[in-house]
């Protein structure tokens, strides 16, 4: 792969970072970057994690523009530059992820009628849940749709991932469901922990985030409430319902680090499986949770595997 010398650091000429109101008045941050010259290759949606903001991704994004793709991102309801769903600005919480669902369905159905085709979807970790959740649903149709390290189940050690749900509705039930469900950091672990570890091999591209977030601390998201948590175990363990993943007719192409430390790689790898058209790409030891900000090796081939699915399933027009 080609090296290109890219600012991460810099929202990139041509983009446009704004404040739009949902359907329902909430305010949302979104990010579009039109193809300013030449025929567009189609158009991409990319959604982020839990805690994700868009800015993390501007390295990924500048690989699709060259090659031609719209890009278009928004940080969900409750993170980011968007309006938060708690009392406490820095706690993650929501009362249902049918709520992103519908967000999801409402800007895709938006960003569909007036973008030039095809229309596919990149979504990482928590964005990927949502999205296939969504597919499962029939709230969007695109023309194929990539999940990143999705949240397909939450890593649980040492319960099931039923018992976990089990004390996490517990937890709503004895104290405020929107008070933290652990102190810091994206899971529950010892003190000195290394939150990088978790995330990524490449120590640059994780100080690229804090520097964002030193730049703008508004944008700062600390741990999940234990209602976004019981939501979440609710959410993924529904999606695993027979019949459910089977119903799904998009082409899907699934990034799988088996040593994920945030996420079930288990999951990841029973949904391929029964997912009807679908292609797994697995990572080993080499990446951990945030594959397309991971150190080049591990990056240059997950956006290998990216284009070429791509180009295979979702021909430009």
Same mark, same amino acid.
């Given at each position: 792969?080609?090296?290109?010398?890219?600012?991460?650091?810099?929202?990139?000429?041509?983009?446009?970072?704004?404040?739009?109101?949902?359907?329902?008045?909430?305010p949302l941050r979104t990010f579009e970057w039109p193809v300013e010259v030449g025929v567009p290759r189609g158009t991409m949606l990319f959604q982020g994690g839990r805690g994700d903001i868009f800015e993390k991704y501007l390295e990924a994004f500048d690989h699709w523009h060259r090659r031609g793709w719209h890009i278009a991102s928004f940080d969900w309801r409750g993170q980011g530059g968007s309006g938060r769903l708690?009392?406490?600005?820095?706690? !993650? *919480?929501?009362?249902?992820? @049918?709520?992103?669902?519908?967000?999801? =369905?409402?800007?895709?159905?938006? #960003?569909? $009628?007036?973008?030039?085709?095809?229309?596919?979807?990149?979504?990482?970790?928590?964005? !990927? *849940?949502?999205?296939?959740? @969504?597919?499962?649903?029939?709230?969007? =149709?695109?023309?194929?749709?990539? #999940?990143? $390290?999705?949240?397909?189940?939450?890593?649980?050690?040492?319960?099931?991932q039923r018992m976990a749900a089990w004390i996490a509705r517990l937890m709503t039930r004895i104290g405020r469901p929107e008070r933290p469900a652990w102190k810091a950091n994206e899971r529950p672990a010892l003190p000195g922990a290394s939150r990088q570890k978790f995330l990524t091999h490449s120590i640059e591209r994780y100080d690229d985030e804090l520097w964002w977030k030193e730049q703008r601390p508004e944008l700062i998201l600390g741990p999940p409430s234990w209602q976004w948590l019981a939501a979440a175990y609710r959410s993924t363990l529904d999606s695993f319902a027979p019949g459910r993943l089977e119903s799904v007719n998009v082409p899907i192409l699934l990034l799988c680090a088996e040593d994920d430390q945030l996420v079930s790689p288990p999951a990841t790898i029973e949904a391929a499986s029964r997912l009807p058209d679908a292609r797994l790409i697995r990572f080993g030891a080499e990446s951990a949770h945030e594959i397309l900000r991971e150190a080049d090796p591990v990056r240059e081939r997950a956006l290998g595997e990216i284009d070429r699915f791509l180009e295979e399933r979702a021909a430009a027009r």
């Open positions: 792969m080609e090296t290109i010398i890219f600012n991460r650091r810099a929202i990139p000429a041509g983009a446009v970072n704004r404040r739009e109101d949902a359907g329902d008045g909430w708690a009392a406490d600005p820095h706690v !993650g *919480h929501v009362e249902d992820f @049918a709520t992103w669902v519908d967000e999801l =369905a409402e800007r895709f159905a938006a #960003l569909k $009628a007036r973008t030039p085709e095809p229309h596919v979807v990149v979504a990482h970790s928590m964005g !990927g *849940h949502i999205v296939l959740r @969504a597919l499962i649903e029939r709230r969007i =149709a695109p023309d194929a749709v990539v #999940l990143v $390290a999705p949240m397909l189940g939450l890593r649980s050690t040492p319960f099931s």
